[in-house]
């Protein structure tokens, strides 16, 4: 069984998500998402507009998911790599290089971004609209 890991916020979800979702389930037999948790996101700067909860929850009831874990701090990755036997780690093409050091753990996949849809963008969009 390959296993498949990718990490983020996931608030405001979007066909962007899906398909990062998706495109990474397609690499693998078991997808795992870890979900930022709201306490993380603080401390990024982050307020999301749904709980961890629900951001949660939502995953779950995406086809392509097979485990949500927290994602609590920065330095959980390779720790995360090694406990769910991940095979192949996935994220964004906006962090490319970033997560290089999980290589000698797993394989490194960062996928190209769906064009014109972002988080931010859809927050600005709804603000641009309520004023």
Avoid at 16 to 40: K, N, P
Avoid at 70 to 81: A, G, L, R
Avoid at 98 to 104: C, I, R, Y
Wanted: hydrophobic residues 35%; negative net charge; proline residues 2%.
């Amino acid at each position: 069984m390959k296993k498949i890991l990718t990490y983020g916020t996931f608030d405001l979800l979007h066909h962007g998500h899906i398909r990062l979702l998706e495109r990474s389930r397609a690499l693998g037999d078991h997808l795992t998402v870890a979900v930022s948790t709201d306490q993380f996101n603080l401390g990024k700067g982050k307020i999301c507009a749904y709980t961890y909860e629900e951001r949660i929850h939502i995953l779950e009831a995406i086809r392509y998911v097979d485990q949500v874990i927290p994602e609590t701090n920065w330095e959980q990755k390779i720790e995360d790599v090694k406990n769910h036997d991940i095979d192949i780690f996935v994220i964004g093409d906006d962090w490319e290089g970033e997560f290089d050091f999980l290589k000698k753990y797993c394989q490194v996949l960062y996928l190209p971004r769906t064009p014109d849809i972002s988080t931010t963008q859809v927050k600005e969009k709804l603000a641009s609209v309520n004023k």
